[in-house]
Structure formats: structure tokens, C-alpha cells
């Protein structure tokens, strides 16, 4: 497994922009495919980004097509989510997830980071 930190949430008003980072631990990063997903309270936990192990491909929530952008930096164990136009309906906890690319469960999960979006 990897170990996950994330960082980059605050306060923003509606229609500004933020970019979360995720630090992974580990040697194999370049196999696991990665995600962000949130919570947002009294809500369930919904994907919001994920992409593959060699960055080829991404899928996004409907929620968030054309508004955020995941990508990630093999040489330096990171995943990144930018953030743009955001609205008060993104507020929640993001979290920065991991799983292989052989398997269907995610393993690894961070602490999250909350984000907050003022109206």
C-alpha cells in the first residue's frame, strides 16, 4: 500500500479556484491508479476524479466536467486536483485515494482536506 497526505483545501468564494496536492509514500506509485473523492456532511462519500497509473486516462463526476482537472507526477509520487469556478456545492472534505491497477477496491486512503466555498 501507499501512504496518502493531502493539502491545498482553505476558504474560497464562489467562482474562485484552489488545487489540491497528494504526497504518496512508497516505490510503486506508477501502478496505482489514483482519485480524489469528497464527503460532504450528511452526505455520502462520492468520486469526484480518478486517473489511470500512466496518466492516460481520466474520468470525472458529472458534477465537476470542465471545472476540474486531475493529474498526477510519477517522478515525484504526486496527484493534483485543480479546482476551477468553484461553487458552495463543492464544499466538503476531499480525500486522495489509491488503488492498483489490477484490483477494484480502493486500499489506500488519506486523511482529507476540507474545502470550503463561500456564496
Known amino acids: 500500500q501507499v501512504q496518502l497526505v493531502e493539502s491545498g483545501g482553505g476558504l474560497v468564494q464562489a467562482g474562485g479556484s484552489l488545487r489540491l496536492s497528494c504526497a504518496a509514500s512508497g516505490r510503486t506509485f506508477n501502478e496505482y491508479r489514483m482519485g480524489w473523492f469528497r464527503q460532504a456532511p450528511g452526505k455520502e462519500r462520492e468520486i469526484v476524479a480518478t486517473i489511470t497509473s500512466s496518466a492516460s486516462i481520466s474520468f470525472y463526476a458529472d458534477s465537476v466536467k470542465g471545472r476540474f482537472t486531475i493529474s498526477r507526477d510519477n517522478a515525484k509520487n504526486m496527484v493534483f486536483l485543480q479546482m476551477n469556478s468553484l461553487e458552495p456545492e463543492d464544499t466538503a472534505l476531499y480525500y486522495c485515494?489509491?488503488?492498483?491497477?489490477?484490483?477494484?477496491?480502493?486500499?489506500?486512503w488519506g486523511q482529507g482536506t476540507q474545502v470550503t466555498v463561500s456564496s
Open positions: 485515494a489509491a488503488r492498483l491497477e489490477s484490483t477494484s477496491r480502493w486500499t489506500s
